[in-house]
């Protein structure tokens, strides 16, 4: 069964330095991942995916993620973290192919101090 | 505006009394979700649709029932609400040729007494 794991509850970072996400998967054939980002009293936002192709993915906000097939992992990057990237972030993996299944972590929250 | 909104999107209410949360976009996709959001356990999928009547269980159906009587509207029934479904709803939509970006509605904060 796929499955997507977020082992950091919370990640706190000075302004300024890189950031990074942690997210591990467990899928059965081609993964499809996702990285959503939730402000406070707001609906997720769409950060980037990685569906096939080149393992390092570019998204929004200046946030990109790599793909490590043989660490299972998907961790999501900054290279210089602001104060306005506090929020809630979501992994997400795509459920079994022919469904609209979705499974996300559990949410890790970043705070960036100034 | 490109969007998905729902309603309401706060609701206390007691527990057996019929609710539905409505769900529209206004993007033609085919494809829409309802997750709950729940402290520690993230976002689960309730229920999804792949199309005008075609719906099928996510992880957490139970307690919920959904319909997709046309592509713009997807609402969550929730026949008998019980407290262990206060929790925050939210709807989501995708398009047939990208059908990996989700796009989230606003959110539907629900308490049941």
């Known amino acids: 069964a796929q499955s997507v794991a977020q082992p950091e509850d919370q990640v706190n970072v000075a302004e300024g330095n890189p950031l990074t996400v942690k997210c591990t998967y467990s899928v059965s054939g081609n993964p499809y991942l996702f990285w959503y980002v939730q402000y406070p009293n707001r609906g997720l936002q769409f950060l980037l995916k990685y569906i096939t192709g080149d393992n390092l993915v570019k998204g929004s906000y200046g946030f990109e993620a790599e793909f490590n097939k043989s660490q299972t992992s998907f961790h999501l990057k900054k290279p210089s973290a602001l104060v306005s990237d506090s929020a809630l972030y979501f992994c997400?993996?795509?459920?079994?192919?022919?469904?609209?299944?979705?499974?996300f972590g559990t949410g890790t929250r970043l705070k960036v101090l100034a | 505006e490109a969007q998905v909104t729902q309603n309401p999107r706060y609701l206390i209410t007691v527990t057996g009394k019929k609710l539905t949360v409505t769900c529209s976009q206004n993007m033609n996709h085919e494809y829409m979700s309802w997750y709950r959001q729940d402290p520690g356990l993230g976002l689960r999928q309730i229920y999804y649709?792949?199309?005008?009547?075609?719906?099928d269980k996510g992880d957490v159906p139970e307690g919920y029932k959904v319909s997709r009587k046309e592509k713009r509207n997807f609402p969550l029934i929730l026949e008998s609400p019980s407290p262990n479904q206060t929790s925050l709803y939210f709807c989501a939509s995708s398009s047939g040729t990208s059908v990996y970006e989700q796009y989230f509605g606003p959110g539907t904060r629900l308490t049941v007494t």
């Open positions: 649709s792949m199309n005008v009547e075609v719906t």
């Open positions: 997400a993996v795509r459920g079994p192919a022919g469904t609209y299944k979705y499974i």
